[in-house]
């Protein structure tokens, strides 16, 4: 079936630098994508989202992009902390109210 | 202030154990799930219930029960344990219909021994 998979399963950034985090997906016909933060020990906390009837979307210090064309989503974290590392997970609507989520990168922040 | 809680963080058990892990959410949404993640941090969705109805069952083992007595509520009971049921599982919520946040628990860790 159709999937949401990342292409980077570990990202080791020092703090301070900008981090991305990718993340592609199958289904065309998604509308909607979330992108999750996992603390070790901890539950997916929501970050940010975005629909498909837009290509950019900001928050504090972290930013989604979304290239409908290429189908590929990506996670841009400003000015790293330690505090940002975590599992990041991409995830997609896929009917109803379910999500399905990607295979998670692991971002690692050194001071 | 806890949104989505669920009892026990941890267990452990024998095969073969009957177990269940209980969730409650104070959010007033009316779609509660049970999501089970993996070794490899693979979250995959198991069940989704909207006002006690359930909506979605993603072949899981019919040892796999869930109850859902009132719209804040959506316990997992599961028979006869094996050793694959190891895992994390995570209670969620969300408004209904698409495009609606989804709320996790904090998850439950379950090892089967």
């Known amino acids: 079936g159709e999937s949401v998979g990342l292409h980077l399963p570990t990202l080791s950034v020092q703090e301070g630098d900008n981090s991305i985090i990718n993340c592609a997906y199958s289904n065309s016909a998604s509308d909607y994508f979330i992108w999750y933060k996992q603390e070790s020990g901890k539950g997916p906390q929501f970050i940010i989202d975005?629909?498909?009837?837009?290509d950019k979307r900001q928050g504090q210090r972290v930013t989604v992009l979304l290239n409908k064309t290429v189908k590929h989503l990506s996670l841009q974290i400003a000015a790293t902390q330690p505090g940002d590392s975590a599992v990041y997970f991409c995830?997609?609507?896929?009917?109803?109210?379910?999500?399905?989520f990607g295979k998670g990168t692991m971002l690692l922040v050194s001071p | 202030d806890t949104a989505v809680s669920q009892t026990p963080k941890y267990l452990v058990t024998q095969m073969g154990n009957d177990k269940s892990i209980k969730c409650e959410q104070n959010l007033g949404h009316d779609t509660m799930y049970w999501y089970k993640q993996d070794s490899k941090k693979f979250l995959k969705i198991m069940f989704s219930?909207?006002?006690?109805?359930?909506?979605i069952n993603e072949t899981v083992p019919n040892r796999f029960s869930p109850k859902s007595p009132d719209k804040a509520h959506l316990n997992l009971h599961i028979n006869s344990l094996e050793l694959g049921d190891s895992a994390v599982y995570f209670c969620?919520?969300?408004?209904?219909?698409?495009?609606?946040?989804?709320?996790f628990g904090e998850g439950s860790w379950l090892t089967v021994v």
């Open positions: 975005i629909r498909s009837n837009m």
């Open positions: 219930y909207n006002n006690k109805e359930l909506i």
């Open positions: 995830a997609e609507n896929s009917g109803y109210s379910t999500l399905t």
């Open positions: 969620a919520s969300s408004r209904t219909g698409p495009g609606n946040t989804i709320y």
